[in-house]
């Protein structure tokens, strides 16, 4: 069972930047994968980036340049910087990890782009 506690959401104004984090009960070496999703009410749960055990990522076309996920292994965290936000990036963003063939998910933090 892995734990996934994201903190860092808010309500931000468009052309603003904010930085979602999140913490893994287990060593991030030990995961075969963390990232992000988002969802906005009444759509599916969209992948936002994933980032693997190797350092590859995958982005979203809609955050490339945008987003950047990066690492602290020490502190098992990983961290969502989002820059030039949209209010089209307004949804609930949900840490994600793959371990040993199972997927978790954290409850989810509320990020809101609006003027």
């Known amino acids: 069972q892995v734990q996934l506690l994201e903190s860092g959401g808010g309500l931000v104004r468009p052309g603003g930047s904010l930085r979602l984090s999140c913490a893994a009960s287990?060593?991030?070496?030990?995961?075969?994968?963390m990232g992000w999703y988002r969802q906005v009410p009444g759509k599916q749960r969209e992948l936002v980036v994933v980032?693997?055990?190797?350092?590859?990522?995958n982005y979203a076309d809609s955050v490339k340049g945008r987003f950047t996920i990066s690492r602290d292994s020490a502190k098992n965290t990983i961290y969502l910087q989002m820059n030039s936000l949209t209010p089209e990036d307004t949804a609930v963003y949900y840490c994600?990890?793959?371990?040993?063939?199972?997927?978790?998910w954290g409850q989810g933090t509320q990020v809101t782009v609006s003027s």
């Open positions: 994600y990890a793959h371990y040993r063939q199972y997927d978790y």
């Open positions: 980032l693997t055990s190797r350092g590859s990522t």
């Open positions: 287990e060593s991030l070496f030990s995961l075969d994968a």
